[in-house]
């Protein structure tokens, strides 16, 4: 079944404002590997990411998560 990796974040600079970037993964293996970066302008002007939350998604059902320790 199709897949996609979905991060959402908040950067230092731009308060509550949450940002987000997904990978699709039409034919996912048992282990996949996925990098997400914010880096250039966005790093530059929006600032450090504060904290983020990563899901794994098979159709509209989230089936795995992970929080950095300052996500609300």
Known sequence: ???KVRIEYRQANTG???YSQEIDYPTPA????????I??????TQGRV?????QVIQGNEV???ETSFLWE
């Open 1 to 3: 079944t199709p897949a």
């Open 39 to 44: 880096t250039g302008a966005a790093y530059h």
């Open 63 to 65: 089936i795995g998560q």
């Open 30 to 37: 048992r282990h996949n590997k996925t990098e997400f970066t």
């Open 16 to 18: 509550a404002k949450l």
């Open 50 to 54: 504060v904290s983020w939350r990563i």
